[in-house]
């Protein structure tokens, strides 16, 4: 099956990044329970703190990134109708003084 331009998922820096650290996240927090089944409990403890703080953090920062740049697009696309629809006003205004 042929994907269209618009079918595809387009993976940009950051999109690539954070799925690259949620990947060795897992798979660090898999090695802090194997470390714990082996009586490793202290190294497996600091591990998984250290795991979870990298992953809130990423994922955070991401998700405030992608936050405020669907905020900012759509604000600017509300403001781009509203000068459109006061130049159309404005025409058709001149038109009828006419």
């Known amino acids: 099956m042929k994907l269209k331009k618009n079918d595809k998922n387009i993976l940009t820096f950051t999109k690539k990044w954070v799925n ?23 190294i497996a403890e600091a591990l998984s703190e250290t795991v979870a703080t990298v992953i809130i953090a990423t994922m955070l920062g991401y998700m405030c990134k992608a936050f405020f740049e669907t905020y900012s697009e759509k604000k600017n696309e509300l403001k781009e109708k509203e000068m459109s629809v006061n130049e159309n006003q404005i025409t058709e205004n001149d038109y009828y003084e006419l």
Do not use: P
């Open 20 to 42: 690259r650290l949620m990947w060795f996240g897992c798979i660090w927090i898999t090695w802090s329970y194997l470390l714990a089944t082996f009586n490793k409990v202290s």
